[in-house]
């Protein structure tokens, strides 16, 4: 999709001559302020023309498509590069077999996962461009104050495969206690995921807010450890044009908010941790058996999950090796009074 550019201050005489070209064509078709933008800032500002592939988590792809449609993406002032910017949406568990110079998935928890290159291949151009609220998703008309997040059944898929869960399972930790799940077990989800799956599935589900509020997803934007000086550029455009009140009317329009302020630290050693700490709990003998005679954590077909394959728990309040306060921006507090960990 090819990034659109804005008028700039002054017009050249390509600009005026394209200005009164549109005033004409204005009697005989409608043309957006947008599209005139973009015709004239290409003839005054391009220097240097390339292209930008962007690769966004589903649910925000829609977003960026628009907004690059719209103008965003274009050269900035001082910048010549011209980008003819496409945004496709990529679950972040398949970015391994994409080829892209830009990767904005859900969090950047996902580059710690161990046995895979994503730290070395990417590096963190931005820490937040946009934030979605994560959290349980309770059926419509469900009070969120009757639900206690550390002592609720909750849907979880594979950490390594779904975001959702994997921010979670930071925030919570895992352990022994977990048990089957019963009926009106929760799926964790992002504010924008829920939007995503009331509209294209009829999900019947409501945003996570208050009480069953955790977290949220920062949505950083990632680029290419190997990207070319023009390319970079390009990206810086992207990035700078964010700034504008369009992307955030956007974001708004679909549930999501702007981007975080100051994202939160956490250990090196948190995904490490409570992935270790996952994989011990799942092949043990125990658990081998509880997922096998569905005592312990238990695919659930009647639950709305956010992977192929869906576990059904009750998690207790744990954490990794790093604090909770320390470890994520919460917008209603802490989740616990007294954080403890399985993995000391």
Not at 56 to 72: H, R, T
Not at 154 to 167: E, N, W
Not at 191 to 211: F, I
Not at 290 to 310: D, F, H, Y
């Amino acid at each position: 999709m090819t990034g659109r550019h804005r008028r700039p201050r002054r017009l050249s005489k390509e600009g005026r001559r394209l200005l009164g070209g549109a005033a004409l064509l204005a009697v005989f078709a409608p043309v957006t302020v947008y599209t005139l933008n973009a015709a004239i800032a290409h003839v005054q500002s391009c220097g240097t023309e390339t292209t930008l592939a962007v690769a966004a988590a589903p649910e925000l792809a829609p977003v960026l498509q628009d907004f690059v449609a719209a103008g965003g993406g274009a050269p900035s002032r001082g910048s010549d590069v011209c980008a003819d910017i496409t945004v496709n949406a990529v679950p972040s568990s398949d970015i391994a077999g994409v080829d892209a110079d830009v990767w904005i998935p859900e969090t950047d928890l996902l580059l710690d996962i161990p046995g895979t290159d994503l730290a070395e291949r990417w590096e963190v151009y931005d820490a937040s461009t946009a934030s979605g609220a994560i959290g349980l998703a309770l059926p419509e008309g469900t009070d969120p104050v009757s639900i206690a997040p550390e002592t609720a059944d909750v849907a979880l898929g594979d950490p390594r495969q779904d975001a959702a869960s994997l921010m979670w399972i930071v925030l919570f930790g895992v352990d022994e206690d977990t048990v089957s799940g019963a009926e009106g077990e929760f799926p964790v989800m992002s504010a924008p995921e829920v939007a995503r799956a009331n509209a294209e599935e009829g999900a019947g589900l409501q945003s996570p807010s208050g009480n069953v509020q955790v977290g949220q997803f920062e949505y950083p934007m990632l680029i290419a450890a190997d990207l070319d000086d023009d390319r970079r550029e390009a990206a810086s455009n992207l990035l700078r044009s964010y700034g504008s009140p369009d992307y955030a009317e956007l974001l708004t329009a679909a549930d999501f908010g702007p981007g975080v302020p100051q994202p939160p630290n956490r250990s090196d050693s948190a995904v490490e941790s409570v992935l270790a700490a996952w994989d011990s709990y799942s092949s043990s003998d125990l658990a081998w058996l509880s997922t096998s005679l569905r005592i312990g954590c238990a695919s659930s077909a009647s639950s709305v999950a956010t992977s192929a394959t869906a576990l059904t728990c009750k998690i207790v309040p744990a954490l990794s090796t790093n604090t909770l306060n320390d470890a994520f921006h919460f917008p209603n507090g802490s989740r616990t009074a007294n954080p403890m960990s399985p993995f000391s």
